[in-house]
């Protein structure tokens, strides 16, 4: 039985076979691309929301959320994290507070967070640094 890593160190030589027999012209698999950063041009209010128990990014069109220490964004079905509101993004899971989240969700999620902050001048929020 082969294991992974039996292929992994049979695809080089593979490629190189590949590569003679079709004349140097061999298609690479393209690499998913990142998602395109945040349109981050000012910090965002970032309003705690009790139900699901995160962290949104008030007035933001994209769905970014804040938990435990990490922003984490949706694009395109995928979700990213970071260190930063602004990225760099990398390929994540989502934390088990937002595994449910659907991209249709996020309007409410704004008019919530939207209700909490404005309806209450102390409640749970905060901006990060720029």
Known sequence: MRTRRDVMRATPGLL???????????????QPAYPPPVPATYAPNMVWLPSPGVYVALDYTYPLFFYSGTYYYSYSGRWYSGSRYDGPWRPAVPPPPLRGFQ???????????GGYYRGNPGWQHFRPRR
């Open 103 to 113: 991209p249709n969700q996020w309007h409410g999620y704004q008019t919530r967070a």
């Open 16 to 30: 190189a076979l590949l590569s003679a027999a079709l004349g140097g012209c061999v298609a690479y698999p393209v």
